[in-house]
Protein backbone atom coordinates (compact mmCIF):
# COMPACT_ATOMS: atom_id res chain seq x y z
CA UNK A 1 0.00 0.00 0.00
CA UNK A 2 1.37 3.43 -0.94
CA UNK A 3 1.66 5.83 1.34
CA UNK A 4 3.40 9.29 1.06
CA UNK A 5 3.84 11.85 3.39
CA UNK A 6 5.23 15.37 2.69
CA UNK A 7 7.16 17.45 4.55
CA UNK A 8 9.38 20.90 4.69
CA UNK A 9 6.58 23.12 4.26
CA UNK A 10 6.73 26.77 6.36
CA UNK A 11 6.71 30.68 5.98
CA UNK A 12 9.73 32.26 4.29
CA UNK A 13 10.61 35.57 3.16
CA UNK A 14 10.24 36.83 -0.45
CA UNK A 15 13.73 35.50 -2.16
CA UNK A 16 14.35 32.66 0.62
CA UNK A 17 14.12 29.04 0.04
CA UNK A 18 12.48 25.72 1.33
CA UNK A 19 13.03 21.80 0.56
CA UNK A 20 9.91 19.55 0.82
CA UNK A 21 10.86 16.07 1.14
CA UNK A 22 7.88 13.19 0.20
CA UNK A 23 9.11 10.01 1.56
CA UNK A 24 7.05 6.53 0.74
CA UNK A 25 8.05 6.76 -3.26
CA UNK A 26 9.85 3.35 -3.35
CA UNK A 27 9.53 1.28 -6.42
CA UNK A 28 7.18 4.40 -7.67
CA UNK A 29 8.64 5.16 -11.02
CA UNK A 30 6.01 8.00 -12.23
CA UNK A 31 6.54 11.09 -9.22
CA UNK A 32 5.87 14.49 -9.36
CA UNK A 33 4.84 17.68 -7.04
CA UNK A 34 1.59 19.53 -7.19
CA UNK A 35 0.17 22.68 -5.66
CA UNK A 36 -3.35 23.97 -5.06
CA UNK A 37 -3.60 28.29 -4.04
CA UNK A 38 -6.81 28.86 -2.41
CA UNK A 39 -9.34 29.73 -5.17
CA UNK A 40 -7.39 27.95 -7.31
CA UNK A 41 -7.35 24.68 -9.35
CA UNK A 42 -4.69 22.22 -8.74
CA UNK A 43 -1.35 22.36 -11.05
CA UNK A 44 1.33 20.67 -11.80
CA UNK A 45 4.72 21.81 -10.37
CA UNK A 46 7.56 19.28 -11.62
CA UNK A 47 7.73 15.24 -12.20
CA UNK A 48 10.21 12.95 -12.93
CA UNK A 49 9.12 10.11 -15.44
CA UNK A 50 10.69 6.86 -16.06
CA UNK A 51 12.87 6.29 -18.98
CA UNK A 52 16.12 7.66 -17.96
CA UNK A 53 14.59 10.29 -15.40
CA UNK A 54 13.11 12.51 -17.41
CA UNK A 55 12.17 15.73 -15.75
CA UNK A 56 9.35 18.29 -16.48
CA UNK A 57 8.66 21.81 -14.77
CA UNK A 58 6.15 23.86 -14.93
CA UNK A 59 7.46 27.49 -16.60
CA UNK A 60 6.15 29.43 -13.59
CA UNK A 61 8.80 27.46 -11.50
CA UNK A 62 11.57 26.73 -14.25
CA UNK A 63 14.94 27.94 -13.63
CA UNK A 64 14.01 28.46 -9.24
CA UNK A 65 12.75 24.89 -8.80
CA UNK A 66 14.51 21.57 -8.60
CA UNK A 67 12.98 18.31 -8.54
CA UNK A 68 15.01 14.86 -7.38
CA UNK A 69 15.01 11.79 -6.18
CA UNK A 70 16.69 9.91 -3.65
CA UNK A 71 16.17 5.87 -4.21
CA UNK A 72 18.45 4.72 -1.54
CA UNK A 73 16.48 7.14 1.12
CA UNK A 74 12.65 6.18 -0.77
CA UNK A 75 12.47 9.91 -0.97
CA UNK A 76 11.01 12.83 -3.46
CA UNK A 77 12.44 16.23 -2.96
CA UNK A 78 11.51 19.74 -4.40
CA UNK A 79 13.95 22.49 -3.63
CA UNK A 80 12.77 25.72 -3.95
CA UNK A 81 14.65 28.80 -4.24
CA UNK A 82 13.78 32.57 -5.44
CA UNK A 83 10.23 32.02 -3.91
CA UNK A 84 7.93 34.18 -4.60
CA UNK A 85 4.13 35.20 -2.84
CA UNK A 86 2.30 33.54 -5.71
CA UNK A 87 4.09 30.29 -4.68
CA UNK A 88 1.88 30.48 -1.37
CA UNK A 89 -0.07 27.23 -1.93
CA UNK A 90 -0.57 23.68 -0.92
CA UNK A 91 1.99 21.61 -1.99
CA UNK A 92 1.19 17.33 -2.52
CA UNK A 93 3.21 14.87 -3.89
CA UNK A 94 1.98 12.24 -5.98
CA UNK A 95 2.99 9.03 -8.10
CA UNK A 96 1.94 6.21 -9.78
CA UNK A 97 3.31 2.77 -10.31
CA UNK A 98 4.30 3.84 -14.27
CA UNK A 99 3.07 6.74 -16.81
CA UNK A 100 4.15 7.67 -20.03
CA UNK A 101 5.08 11.82 -20.52
CA UNK A 102 1.89 12.85 -21.88
CA UNK A 103 3.30 17.03 -22.92
CA UNK A 104 2.79 17.97 -19.46
CA UNK A 105 2.50 17.41 -15.88
CA UNK A 106 -0.57 15.89 -15.91
CA UNK A 107 -3.31 14.67 -12.41
CA UNK A 108 -4.59 11.78 -13.96
CA UNK A 109 -1.31 10.17 -14.41
CA UNK A 110 -0.99 10.35 -10.78
CA UNK A 111 -2.82 7.39 -8.63
CA UNK A 112 -1.51 8.28 -5.05
CA UNK A 113 -1.29 11.56 -3.50
CA UNK A 114 0.15 12.64 0.30
CA UNK A 115 -2.00 15.01 2.62
CA UNK A 116 0.24 18.18 1.48
CA UNK A 117 2.69 20.34 2.97
CA UNK A 118 1.55 24.37 2.75
CA UNK A 119 4.34 26.78 1.55
CA UNK A 120 3.53 30.11 2.53
CA UNK A 121 5.50 32.91 1.02
CA UNK A 122 3.93 36.60 2.61
CA UNK A 123 3.43 39.64 0.19
Known amino acids: QVHLVESGGGSVQAGGSLRLSCAGVAGLYCVGWFRQAPGKEREGVAA????????EYAEFVKGRFTVSQDSAKNELYLQMTGLKPDDTAMYYC???????????????????WGQGTQVTVPS
Open 48 to 55: IYPGGGFK
Open 94 to 112: AADDYCIYPGYIREADFAH
